[in-house]
């Protein structure tokens, strides 16, 4: 009798540890998932602040109903500003989305590439009443920041990916539909 039950306890514990393990996995890919989530909370929060700084200081537009002048500074940097906080909001609702980010990416791309047109004259021309050197260390400071906080999104995507990737975890993972993602 015991040669028998003994192959049947061998499956249960060899079943018994799948389970355990598989729960392990299961739970360290949504710890995971959740840090880069959560790290993506804070970058939005620095992101948001370039939108803030456009609102503080860039000039009102014309109210006359004319177009604006194509290659004005502010008109470019204004673009530039509702694109990204566009491309802000699509990723802030499913930053796991390959797609999303690709957008992020390219807007903020295009934001610090409309940054780099203006000049101390047309910061004087803001309606803030602050000095252009307050003004451009404001926006490089939000720009510091950001990339700090890039980083760190960075570092928990590629541990999450790893994660995803991993054998036999990306069995789970293909399972419960984890999608590797994608930094900015």
């Known amino acids: 009798m015991q040669g028998v039950w003994s192959p049947l306890l061998v499956w249960w514990g060899v079943a018994a540890v799948l389970l355990f393990w598989s729960v392990g996995a299961y739970n360290r890919l949504v710890r995971l998932r959740a840090k880069v989530l959560s790290i993506f909370a804070s970058l939005v929060a620095q992101f948001d602040r370039y939108a803030a700084w456009m609102a503080q200081h860039a000039p009102t537009p014309p109210a006359d109903g004319a177009p604006p002048r194509a290659g004005d500074v502010w008109t ?8 990204f906080t566009a491309s802000l909001a699509a990723a802030r609702g499913n930053p796991m989305d390959p797609a999303a980010m690709a957008a992020l990416v390219a807007a ?10 203006v000049d101390d004259d047309t910061l004087a021309a803001s309606r803030g009443d602050e000095s252009v050197a307050a003004m451009r260390a404001e926006w490089e400071a ?3 920041q950001t990339q700090s906080a890039d980083k760190a999104f960075a ?17 789970l993972a293909w399972l419960f539909g984890f999608r590797p993602a994608r930094s900015l």
């Open 142 to 144: 939000i720009t510091t």
């Open 108 to 117: 903020r791309t295009v934001l610090l590439m409309a940054w780099q047109y």
């Open 76 to 83: 470019n940097l204004r673009a530039a500003t509702a694109q």
């Open 155 to 171: 570092t928990a995507v590629e541990v999450y990916n790893r994660a995803v990737r991993q054998f036999p975890a990306v069995l």
